[in-house]
């Protein structure tokens, strides 16, 4: 007997979970509450790890694609201090496909490919333990049953309610993102000062890191600690007033270094928030998450990785399921909370040390991880 199998939310995780299930010859219903894939920008630049994100890519038939997409120069890293002296300045070898980087957009659509997502299907809640099976309610008033329903739909989950009671919680660490286009014709000497990967460059408590995307746009993300509300008394939506304020938080540092911010274009505002550590639940029959939605963590590299690799795995699990989903489901989340936890213990300590009032702090862990 096939299982009505819903998956709550179109990014990484579960367009990847879909994906293998499409693979498997498995339906599935996609339930993205965007109204097209293009209803909001994709973000920024993601580094799929060898034995994560590039792993569940594996599984999921697209490993070729991606290496024809990505962008292995990417994993370059420049560390600056704020005077504008270069500390470290790494570069991947030519073979070095460890951590390539690619576009969240171009991911988003290598992952689409045959799936018939239902967009503008925004859930509201998920009832578990009805008697036709999991309720899911919609922005529209409709609701829909359906035996598994996966929770892959972010820090904000609207299905992770039906299996715990987390909220996120603020990490004292803000992040205001900008932007750059057609960096190389526009912006050659930020182009030359970012390389072809990363910029990062880190004062006390404060932190402004370049990244490039493809097609010469880069996103620049200004990282400092404050209260949740320190922009009560800054209108976030004028432009010049968010510039302004930024340039006097980084007020002393090199002037090529504060272009990255005089050069942006709009302001975008991204408080950081976490779950618990050890994030877990007492399973609910029906019900389960992954990604975000069950273990937001510090935005260090992980956390696209973990929901894909995870919405792989968990697809694999049903695909080859003859007996019991629920102890499918069951065994996956003990693996997921248990490979979780260590990388949010990872991440979260990782931030303390990325914005920290010491910089070398900062330094310190890419010399770790680079020797790693």
């Known amino acids: ?51 994560m994100g ?44 460890a951590n390539p980087e690619i576009d969240r957009g171009q991911l988003r659509d290598l992952l689409l490919g045959p799936l018939d997502v239902q967009w503008g299907r925004g859930v509201t809640q998920v009832v578990p333990g009805t008697r036709d099976g999991v309720l899911v309610r919609f922005a529209d008033g ?29 990490t004292g660490v803000t992040s205001v993102e900008t932007s750059l286009d057609d960096v190389d014709t526009r912006h050659p000497e930020l182009a030359r000062l970012i390389g072809d990967g990363a910029l990062a460059v880190y004062g006390a408590n404060r932190a402004l890191v370049a990244q490039r995307n493809s097609g010469g746009h880069v996103k620049v993300y200004a990282q400092f600690r404050a209260p949740l509300d320190w922009h009560a008394d ?24 504060l272009d990255l911010l ?35 963590m510090p935005p260090l590299g992980a956390g696209a990785n973990l929901a894909m690799l995870e919405g792989a795995e968990l697809a694999e ?15 996956f989340e003990e693996q997921m909370w248990a490979r979780a936890g260590r990388w949010a213990t990872i991440t979260t300590a990782g931030l303390e040390r990325l914005v920290s009032p010491d910089p070398a702090e900062a330094l310190a862990l890419f010399d770790q991880v680079q020797s790693s």
């Open 1 to 51: 007997m096939r299982h009505r199998i819903a998956v709550v939310g179109g990014g990484p995780g579960g367009l990847t979970f879909a994906h293998v299930l499409h693979r498997h010859g498995l339906p599935v219903a996609v339930l993205e509450r965007d109204a097209t894939p293009d209803a909001r920008p994709p973000g920024g630049t993601l580094d799929l790890h060898a034995g």
């Open 54 to 97: 590039q792993l569940a890519l594996d599984k999921a038939g697209l490993l070729t694609q991606f290496r024809a997409l990505s962008r292995p120069e990417g994993q370059a890293m420049r560390i600056l201090d704020p005077n504008g002296t270069v500390l470290r300045d790494w570069r991947p070898g030519p073979d070095d496909r």
């Open 142 to 170: 409709r609701q829909e049953t359906f035996d598994l329903v996966v929770g892959a739909d972010g820090a904000w989950s609207r299905v992770r309610p039906a299996v715990s009671a987390a909220v996120p919680h603020y």
């Open 234 to 257: 800054l209108d976030l939506a004028d432009v010049e007033a968010v510039r302004s304020s930024l340039l006097a938080l980084f007020d002393g540092w090199a002037a090529p270094v």
């Open 262 to 296: 005089r050069r942006g274009t709009t302001f975008v505002h991204r408080p950081l928030h976490v779950l618990p550590v050890s994030h877990c639940w007492t399973h609910v029959p029906g019900v389960t998450l992954l990604g975000d939605a069950a273990h937001l």
């Open 317 to 331: 699990s049903i695909a080859d399921c003859s007996g019991d989903l629920d102890e499918v489901v069951r065994a």
